[in-house]
T-cell receptor, first 114, second 114 residues
Framework: NAGVTQTPKFRVLKTGQSMTLLCAQD?????MYWYRQDPGMGLRLIHY???????AKGEVPDGYNVSRLKKQNFLLGLESAAPSQTSVYFC?????????????FGPGTRLTVL | GDSVTQMEGPVTLSEEACLTI???????????LFWYVQYPGEGLQLLLK?????DKGSNKGFEATYRKETTSFHLEKGSVQVSDSAVYFC?????????????FGKGTHLIIQP
């Protein structure tokens, strides 16, 4: 099993450009998440999904959109990138919520917006 | 809202020293508590967890006890190794808040010197 994979690993954008980050998991997990990691801030939840076709906002959703058309994939889109979106983005998945909410993380995407 | 506070780093120790990384939390409901570890250039991995008061999570020589009375979940290890050098995140899951994502502390960078 590959677990959680993310593409691309690195990307540099200019302000105003758009891009999509892809997250894929092969563990048949229902729940998927997008976080951003910034120095001194820990990880903050952007959006999440509790199942195919559903999405919900997290703590810092502004400037991002997501889609979950297939159970194994969770896409994060930036329609018009801004320098404030320079960050490391992590995708995660879990079998369920509740007490046993172990999340499995991908290796991350390092995004720089100039 | 929910929050997690952990000691700021970096924390620098010599090999075989004792380790304690403090973590305290505020939560609306009865959260599950987690410690995740991030090795350089990688995503986060679950280190240990506890789902109710007085539970002790343990893994790879690390331990943490869920203390409801002090709202704490301190990470401890009796003898650290160079390979323990990483960033450690305390996190909680609180479904009463309505979101399924984890709330993370800012992370503690641990450096073990030989």
């Amino acid at each position: 099993n590959a677990g959680v994979t993310q593409t691309p690993k690195f990307r540099v954008l200019k302000t105003g450009q758009s891009m999509t980050l892809l997250c894929a998991q092969d563990m048949n997990h229902e729940y998927m998440y997008w976080y951003r990691q910034d120095p001194g801030m820990g990880l903050r939840l952007i959006h999440y999904s509790v199942g195919e076709g559903t999405t919900a906002k997290g703590e810092v959703p502004d400037g991002y959109n997501v889609s979950r058309l297939k159970k194994q994939n969770f896409l994060l889109g930036l329609e018009s990138a801004a320098p404030s979106q320079t960050s490391v983005y992590f995708c995660a998945s879990s079998y369920s919520s509740g007490d046993y909410n172990e999340q499995f993380f991908g290796p991350g995407t390092r995004l720089t917006v100039l | 809202g929910d929050s997690v506070t952990q000691m700021e780093g970096p924390v620098t120790l010599s090999e075989e020293a004792c380790l304690t990384i403090n973590c305290t939390y505020t939560a609306t409901g009865y959260p599950s508590l987690f410690w995740y570890v991030q090795y350089p250039g990688e995503g986060l991995q679950l280190l240990l967890k506890a789902t109710k008061a007085d539970d002790k999570g343990s893994n790879k020589g690390f331990e943490a006890t869920y203390r409801k009375e002090t709202t704490s979940f301190h990470l401890e290890k009796g003898s650290v190794q160079v390979s323990d050098s990483a960033v450690y995140f305390c996190a909680l899951s609180d479904l009463v808040q309505g979101a399924d994502g984890l709330t993370f502390g800012k992370g503690t960078h641990l450096i073990i010197q030989p």
